[in-house]
């Protein structure tokens, strides 16, 4: 699911392609939908953070973890190896998109799927109040929660 109109949490409803105004004038032709997420939990008194992560030729990325809110990301170079918890594993080429609700689900893998180019993404996280943007997960919670996790392709 790595082209524009195609991106991806199923479970929680994603769909978008398309322009915003195909037959107006210019400003309206200007903006393109790459994606729109439904529903989203917001937490209340979250702020928003968006970050740029630049992968080298293939990094991992970040370890599994959790975000306290929606994360909604855009890959501007190379392609992003994306799993959460519950779906397949897949991969997210330049000028797509992704998506992620926040809040229990596992995010397993953000990195470079890439091994000879680098990989950049922007990412914008809603954050709740005194929750940290990011929270790893340990061995413990991976082990207990591993019937959760989608089969792997290669494992």
Not at 56 to 80: L, M, N, Q
Not at 98 to 124: C, K, M
Request: aromatic share 6%; with cysteine.
């Amino acid at each position: 699911m790595s082209e524009n109109s195609q991106h991806a949490h199923g479970a929680h409803g994603a769909h978008g392609g398309g322009t915003v105004g195909e037959d107006g004038p210019s400003w309206t032709r200007a903006a393109k939908m790459l994606q729109d997420a439904s529903p989203i939990t917001i937490p209340d008194g979250a702020s928003a953070m968006t970050i740029h992560v630049q992968w080298e030729p293939g990094d991992p990325g970040t370890p599994p973890h959790r975000h306290s809110g929606p994360a909604f990301g855009y890959v501007i170079k190379g392609a992003v190896r994306f799993e959460l918890e519950g779906e397949p594993e897949r991969v997210v080429e330049a000028g797509g998109t992704f998506w992620e609700p926040g809040g229990d689900p596992i995010h397993y893998q953000d990195g470079n799927a890439l091994s000879d180019e680098r990989t950049e993404f922007v990412v914008t996280m809603m954050c709740a109040p005194g929750k940290p943007m990011l929270e790893l997960v340990d061995e413990e919670e991976l082990d207990r929660r591993a019937h959760l996790r989608a089969p792997r392709p290669h494992a």
